[in-house]
């Protein structure tokens, strides 16, 4: 499970087997039990949240569009 970046103990990561063919890009994000999972493309869009408040979402939303590049860098690296 590569974790990509964290942020005021939020875990930003993606996990290695991500299906067959491979998902596109996007990002989970942890915090104790509360997880999320965001699609980068088109925009950046939540995909589900489990324990996440509407504030909490869209503050991670706001920090994985900042994030992209970083991201899809290393999620390219990562699959290459």
Known sequence: MPVVFRWNGYRFHFYSDE??????????VRKGRDNAKFWLYPEVTVAYNR??????????????????EEIERVWNDHFA
Do not use: K, Y
């Open 19 to 28: 299906g067959d063919p491979c998902e596109p890009v996007h990002i989970h």
């Open 51 to 68: 324990g996440f408040s509407s504030r909490e979402q869209s503050e991670l939303a706001r920090v994985v569009e900042q994030h992209r």
